[in-house]
Each structure stands twice: as C-alpha cells, then as structure tokens.
C-alpha cells in the first residue's frame, strides 16, 4: 500500500470511528427543560407503567425530591406523597439459576417482583434524574441519595446489572441494618432494578443530600409508595405512609458513586473525539514527512 493510500485509509479509519454511537446501559438520553410544570399538591396519581424519575428540584422554599412524570405531556413533576407506583404481576420475573443474586434475598428460580432497570411494558420504568436546569446551575457538584428503610413484607432491594459478563452491583438493601448513601453527580440520568420479593403495599424511604454554590446545605426525606402484586387494595395503599423506623448511619464506608449515563457520556464522546482527532493528525503528520523524504530523494 503507498502512502498516499495509507492517509486515506487513516482519515477513513478516524470518520467511521467518529460516526460510531458511544453504547450505553439502555437509552438514557432525555432532555429536561426548566419551564415543566408542577403537578398541585394533593393530585393522586397511580403510576402502572412508562418512564418517570426521581429528582431534585429548586424550589422557592430552596429545595424538594420530587417524580418526574415522562408519560405526561408535558413532562410533569409530582409529589411523592400523591404518586402510588402500581406494580403488576406483570413484572414478575425469575431469578436466575446463580448465586449472584443471593442478595435479593430470594432463591435461584423463584419469582420476584422488578421495577425493571430497562423498560418493559405495563410495568413502571422509575429511575433517578439530576438534570432539572435550576439544580444544575444551583448544586455545586450532585446528589447523595440515601436509603433510610423499607416496609412492607419480604425484602427490599436496589441493583444495577450492566449485562454481559459483568456482575450485578448491590446499591441498597433493606437487608442491612444502615442506611447506604449513593452519590449521584450532576445532569445525570440512570435507571436501576426496583426488586421486591413478595407482593403487597410497600415503602421505601429516601433522602436527598446536596449542597449550593453559595455554601448551603439541602436535604429532603420522602417515601415511594409501592402496591406489589395483584389483589392490592389501592385505596389503602395510596393512604398508607411508611411506619417504619429509619434506618441508623453506617460507619462511613457505605458510599457508592453511581454510574454515570447520560451527563458524563458527553465528555466521554469528547474524549473519544479528541483522541481520534489527535490519532489522525500525528499519522498524517508522519505521512507528510514521509512524502517529503520521498521526493527529495
């Protein structure tokens, strides 16, 4: 192959790479915009299937944890106290036949209940979002969500399972006697495995932890309510309030950073970009020179 080839086909090599998508756990990509409306306090809303995440909001109080509803149209953000997610059996699905998932707290090949991490129809797709504009221009880096408690019968967990060959990631259990912290940075969007081993009305207590760029600490405690199953009577599950007690610190070391999908893919794009841009200028770069060498020899 001659030189002149050998640059043609490097700058070929450097567009398809450019042209290529950057892969991610499941389309995460949304946009939200500052101006979406706030649902009145006081509307009940049963949530049985499509996207909707939580997320924290600049308020005029300062700060609040709120859903956002995806499936309205708009988009629309709702009180976690008037939102009851309605979980059919219809997310049933089996563990499988590994002990990988011994921490769900059920056996291989016996049914669960998931509010799934890639969306599935008739049943909830809830996740966690921090890209309201507001808190993005308020907080001076994210979020730290923190499992507080869970009630209601059977365990409680939260796991992300990136596929492939890669092990499931343990982010909260009701199975531990602590609360656990996740760290969640800014302007990012990720969506998790909701499991529930036996049907019924469940809680899972939250807070949101943050601090503005004028020094000021946030924070804001609220509860997901959950009928698992059918035969649930819904009225009472939408009446219900968490009776449990919330769960203690841990000991410091219980901090998990989330995995960051859509905020940091940008400059994981650009990266990708400025390294091909970089790969391509030093090979022509070194073609050049060996063009010149040619001719005046």
Request: proline share 6%; glycine share 10%.
């Amino acid at each position: 192959m001659n030189l002149k080839k050998i640059a043609a086909a490097t700058l070929t090599a450097g567009l398809l790479a450019l042209s290529q998508p950057v892969a991610y756990a499941g389309d995460l990509n949304q946009v939200v915009t500052a101006d979406e409306p706030v649902a009145a306090a006081g509307t009940l809303t049963e949530f049985r299937q499509g996207h909707a995440d939580l997320g924290p909001l600049v308020t005029p109080d300062g700060f609040a944890v709120m859903v956002r509803d995806d499936t309205a149209a708009p988009p629309t953000w709702r009180g976690l106290d008037d939102t009851l997610f309605v979980v059919s059996d219809k997310a049933i699905q089996q563990l499988p036949q590994t002990e990988d998932f011994d921490f769900v707290g059920a056996q291989p090949g016996e049914d669960v209940w998931v509010v799934p991490q890639t969306e599935q129809a008739g049943v909830p797709w809830l996740g966690w979002s921090t890209q309201s504009p507001p808190f993005v221009e308020a907080a001076t880096r994210g979020v730290t969500m923190t499992f507080l408690g869970h009630d209601g019968p059977g365990q409680f967990t939260l796991f992300l399972q990136n596929g492939g060959f890669e092990k499931p990631q343990l982010l909260w259990t009701s199975a531990q006697p602590h609360a656990q912290d996740l760290f969640v940075d800014l302007n990012t969007h990720t969506h998790a495995n909701w499991v529930f081993t036996e049907p019924g009305i469940h809680h899972v207590a939250v807070k949101f932890t943050t601090e503005f760029q004028d020094g000021t600490t946030h924070d804001a405690t609220q509860t997901l309510s959950f009928a698992v199953g059918e035969g649930v009577d819904l009225a009472k599950a939408q009446e219900s309030q968490f009776t449990g007690e919330y769960l203690p610190a841990g000991d410091g070391d219980q901090d998990t950073d989330a995995p960051q999908t859509q905020g940091d893919s940008q400059w994981v794009l650009w990266a990708i970009i400025a390294v091909v841009g970089l790969l391509i200028v030093v090979v022509l770069g070194v073609v050049v020179r060996l063009l010149v060498k040619k001719k005046e020899s």
